[in-house]
């Protein structure tokens, strides 16, 4: 049986535990196929990928190295429609009561308004996305005019 989908508006407030990242806001974008998040300092060292999350200049920022066994590389379509090589890891996201495995880009967001895109792949049967809705935070119900 699947779960009833959500609505969600174009930004989210969104976790991921085993990151230890808490509370941080996403784009919800239905044009980008997968979800990136934004990361730091990547490499591969050892059949280990070393990276941080987000960067220095944002509130949530610490210098923990997340470290990953279990990854791959995946060529990704960019904004700007030119091809990327990016690392992909597999990790859990949680928004509102939803808690979803997810498979997600590492990339350099750092000149973008959000850390976090979610994208196609991980809405799909999930969630409807309302464009008229800037904050619907899933976590938070919000009054609705009928």
Do not use: W
Not at 59 to 87: A, L, V
């Amino acid at each position: 049986m699947q779960k009833e989908k959500l609505i969600i508006g174009r930004r989210e407030e969104i976790d991921f535990p085993d990151l230890g990242l808490f509370g941080v806001i996403a784009k919800i974008d239905t044009g980008a196929y997968t979800t990136a998040l934004h990361c730091h300092d990547i490499k591969e060292k050892n059949g280990v990928l070393h990276f941080k999350l987000l960067d220095p200049s944002h509130p949530e920022y610490n210098e923990q190295d997340q470290k990953f066994t279990e990854y791959s590389q995946k060529e990704i379509k960019n904004s700007f429609g030119e091809i990327e090589k990016r690392y992909v890891i597999k990790t859990i996201i949680q928004m509102g009561e939803r808690r979803i495995k997810a498979v997600i880009s590492l990339s350099d967001r750092g000149s973008m308004r959000y850390p976090v895109l979610i994208g196609r792949k991980l809405l799909k049967n999930r969630f409807i996305v309302d464009v008229a809705l800037l904050n619907n935070l899933v976590t938070k119900p919000s009054p609705r005019v009928i």
